[in-house]
Structure formats: C-alpha cells, structure tokens
C-alpha cells in the first residue's frame, strides 16, 4: 500500500473546447432531476447562461431544495443573473426561519450589482418586521451606490426600533461616511437613555474624525 | 454579435476589453480586472499576431467556435500565473500528517482509499510536496491506499509537472536529504539556467494529473469522494462569485468531512458557508460537514 501508482499517462484532454462547455440538457428541467448533482449543475448552468423564466424556476426549486450543495448553486445562480426579477426572487428568503438561507440570499443580495440590488431592499425599509429591516440596512450598506450614506441616515433619524438604527451605524462606521455625522448627531439624541447608542455613535463619530 | 471592433490589442477599448475578460471569465473562472489591462493587451496581441487574426472580433471568433478549442487553450497558458516551489507553506503540509489524516481514517479499516487532489498544481511542485510529506511523516502511509490527483487548466505546466524537472529556485525549500533522496541531478543541463534535478520515475508516477477546468461542473464531477483538497492561491484569480461557485464545487467533490485547504491569505468563510472552519494546532482548514450540510 501507501502511494497509489497511477497507470499510464493518458494524453490530456481538451476542456475548453465549445463541445466541453457547450450542448447541455435542459436545466431548466434538470433543476427537478432527483439526483442532486444534477440539480446542481442545472442551476450552475442557469446562472451562466439565463433562460427565460430561470429566476422564478430557481426561486421555487430553493423553496424546497434540501441538499446544501444544491441550494448554495442555485443562490449563486441568482446572484450571477442579477435581473431585478433574480433580486426580487431573493428577498422572500430573507424571512425565512433558516439562518443560513437567510444569510445566503443577502450574501446573493450584496453580490449583485448595487443598481440591481438597492430597488429590491429599498422597501424593506418599510416593513414592519425590524428584523427585516435590519437585513436590508446590512443589504444596503454593503453596496457601492452614491445614496448608500442616505439611505442608512434616513434610518437613523427615522426607523422606531434602536436595533436598526445601530445597524446603520455600524455599516456606516464600516466605510467610514463623514457626511453621515449630523445623523449621527441626531441618533444620539433619539435615545438619549441607551449607553449603547452613546457608545456605537461616541465609535463612529471618532472613526470619521480618524481617532 | 456584440459591438466588438477590428481594433489592434493595445488599442483595446474598455468595451471590447470587457467584453474579452467577460469571456474568459465565464469559461475559465479567471477574473482580470481593469488593473491587469497591461498584462492581457500583450498576451492577447502575442497571441492575435501568431494567428494572424485581423482584429478583435476575428480573434473572439475563433475563441468561441474552433472545434478544438486549442486556441483559447493557448491563451489560458498564457494567462495563468504558475509560480511556486516545495514545501511551500509547509505548516499545511506539517498539518496534514500531524493532524487531519489521522482524524480521517478514524474508523476506516486498513488497506482503504484516501484521495488527496492538488486542484491548481501548476508545475506540479505542491503534489510532490505532498507525496514526499506523506512518505516522510505519516507513519501510517503504508496502512493505506493514498491517491493523489492533481490538476491545472493549464496544459502547458501539466506537461512539465509530469517530466517533474526542477531548477534550484524550486528546490530551495527543500532539506538537502530529500533532494538527495527524491530527485536526481540532471547531466548536461546547466548551460542554460543552472542546474536541474528530475523527480525520481517512483514519485512521478505516484501522481495522477489532467487538464481540468475548476469552473466546468461537469469536469469537475469526475472528482468525487475526495478527502482533502489542495486549492492554494488559486481562487484569488476568481472573482467573488467565481469563488463561491469553486467553493461549492469542491463541497460536492469532497467526501462527507473531507477538508479544503486554502492559500493563507483566504479565507472560505469570505467565500461559502458550506463549511466548517476546523483550527488544528499548525493551520486552519475548513471541512465539509459529516452529514453534508443538509437542510
């Protein structure tokens, strides 16, 4: 035993050639194939080449996919097609019971191009779940878009929850946003009572100010 | 068609170069960001004038429809990044047979199968590095049947990790006793560059390698019920999503509890949650959980 010898070199292989890469069966069929590998592959091929209705297809075999393997190709499937039809196939997700789904669909969220991304989450900011809100505050804050410091200070001056609101102080003191400092300000004096506002706000503060 | 032009390679225009990497990227994985413009406009110019390509859109034509796919293949070679030597990050290596292969064949009888694959192994230096640890430091080696696979979507490298023919700058890392033991001087080679030594024809046969595309799945399934796979410093030529898909291609090809090693500067935690990061006492490696990571 020990090192296994291999057996004569074969010649290597084309694997780039159109053949290699190209005629598939359907994935839009093979995304309910039993065998998960299948189903995989299916969504992996649905990312790079999106057919009509794919992001609906993928959102609703992610309903009930069990396989990890499965579920984490068919997010990163959504998350290269990056329609706004693929970005509202996601947010739903972000209510799941399912840490781990959850937090795969904002990964897929902030993975997608953020003028793609933003008009999905936006709403969110809305809701009347803050747990949702928080997800769409830590969505929002990873995009690179010029209304980003907006967005999160329009939840600090406004949104009921104080759970929220630091969550848009830490994704502004993650990219360090002077202009953000007045709502900072205004934060502050929301919950006047709370050490933790004082303490979050007292960072972040000090982090623009480079302290 | 798209909006390509005729334009010669150094005139590449942002469209056209997007439009190249967008190519590249989604047949191979490799990512090229505007910052490595200077380094792809000489490669594809070398490449265009050796055809005798007309332009750009002659060019992508032939990259997309040649039958072979020889000439995307000779490209690729051109773009992949291929340097390293022995035992480097040896703490990996020192992990693997210190730590994760004993906690591996836990309960496997004598005489069962480990697969080790060196995904990315260019010219071969990291599976030799393996093969010389395992025979070196696992006192259980002989106990097992150890399979090692190692692959690049480099055909180039491929061919030289076979001859196994090093120069000194590989072998630095080296002791001089394993030099001594598993290589032997090549005569009449030190003209050219220095002096060269070939991996001794019992080692070179202990790995398997083939030219295989880490962002195909359906290459990739030939790779199954693995329990450990080399992937170092190679998905930093990956975009973010090009990674999480490498990530979870290797997840279906790792055996339950099989380990990923990465290169020290990644991290799979940026990459995928399919796995777990397991800390052992010389390197953190990341393992695919014992029930798969079923929902």
Redesign the interface.
């Known amino acids: 035993m020990g090192l296994v010898k291999k057996k004569a070199a074969p010649e290597l292989a084309p694997v780039l050639a159109p053949a290699a890469t190209g005629a598939r069966p359907d994935p839009l069929a093979s995304l309910e194939d039993a065998d998960a590998a299948v189903r995989r592959d299916a969504a992996h091929a649905l990312g790079h080449a999106a057919l009509p209705g794919a992001e609906a297809a993928l959102a609703r075999r992610l309903q009930t996919e069990g396989d990890a393997g499965v579920r984490e190709a068919i997010l990163t499937a959504l998350a290269r097609i990056a329609t706004p039809d693929a970005a509202a196939a996601l947010v739903p997700f972000l209510d799941r019971e399912d840490a781990a789904l959850r937090n795969a669909a904002l990964e897929s969220l902030q993975q997608m191009p953020a003028e793609v991304a933003a008009p999905a989450l936006l709403p969110l900011l809305d809701h009347a779940d803050a747990d949702l809100r928080i997800f769409a505050v830590q969505g929002l804050g990873s995009l690179v878009h010029p209304s980003r410091a907006d967005w999160l200070a329009r939840v600090m001056e406004r949104d009921a929850d104080v759970n929220v609101c630091l969550a848009a102080v830490e994704a502004l003191a993650e990219a360090g946003s002077p202009e953000a400092l007045s709502s900072l300000e205004t934060l502050a004096r929301r919950f006047p009572g709370d050490a933790f506002v004082a303490f979050a706000v007292d960072a972040a503060r000090s982090s623009f100010q480079g302290r | 068609m798209n909006g390509l032009t005729d334009a010669e390679p150094e005139g590449l225009s942002q469209e056209d170069y997007a439009t190249l990497c967008g190519f590249l990227r989604?047949?191979?994985g490799l990512s090229f960001t505007e910052a490595k413009r200077y380094f792809v406009d000489r490669r594809v110019a070398a490449r265009m004038q050796a055809v005798g390509a007309t332009g750009l859109r002659a060019y992508m034509n032939l990259l997309?429809?040649?039958?072979?796919?020889?000439e995307?293949?000779r490209l690729?070679n051109l773009m992949t990044v291929n340097e390293t030597y022995f035992f480097r990050e040896k703490y990996q290596l020192d992990c693997l047979v210190n730590s994760v292969l004993d906690e591996l064949v836990r309960g496997r009888p004598?005489?069962a199968?480990l697969r080790i694959w060196s995904a990315g192994c260019a010219t071969g230096e990291e599976p030799y590095s393996i093969?010389i640890m395992?025979?070196e430091n696992w006192r259980r080696?002989?106990?097992?049947?150890?399979?090692?696979l190692a692959s690049d979507?480099d055909?180039a490298v491929?061919?030289r990790a076979?001859e196994g023919i090093y120069d000194e700058r590989a072998l630095q890392g080296l002791p001089a006793h394993l030099r001594a033991k598993y290589f032997q001087p090549l005569r009449g080679a030190a003209e050219a560059g220095g002096p060269r030594w070939q991996i001794v024809e019992d080692?070179r046969?202990?790995?398997?390698?083939?030219?295989?595309?880490i962002a195909?799945?359906?290459?990739v399934?030939a790779f199954r019920g693995i329990d450990v796979i080399f992937c170092r410093n190679l998905l930093i030529y990956f975009d973010?999503?090009g990674r999480?898909?490498a990530?979870?291609m290797f997840?279906?090809a790792l055996a339950p509890g099989g380990f990923v090693c990465l290169g020290h500067s990644e991290s799979m935690s940026r990459m995928?949650?399919?796995f777990v990061p397991r800390r052992f006492p010389d390197a953190i490696l990341y393992q695919k959980p014992v029930d798969?990571?079923?929902?």
């Open positions: 989604d047949r191979t997309r429809f040649q039958a072979s796919g020889e995307l293949q690729v004598k005489g199968r093969a395992l025979l080696v002989d106990d097992y049947e150890i399979e090692l979507i055909s491929l061919e076979r080692l046969e202990s790995v398997d390698f083939s030219l295989v595309n195909d799945p359906q290459q399934r973010d999503l999480r898909e990530a979870s997840h279906d995928s949650s399919l798969g990571g079923a929902a």
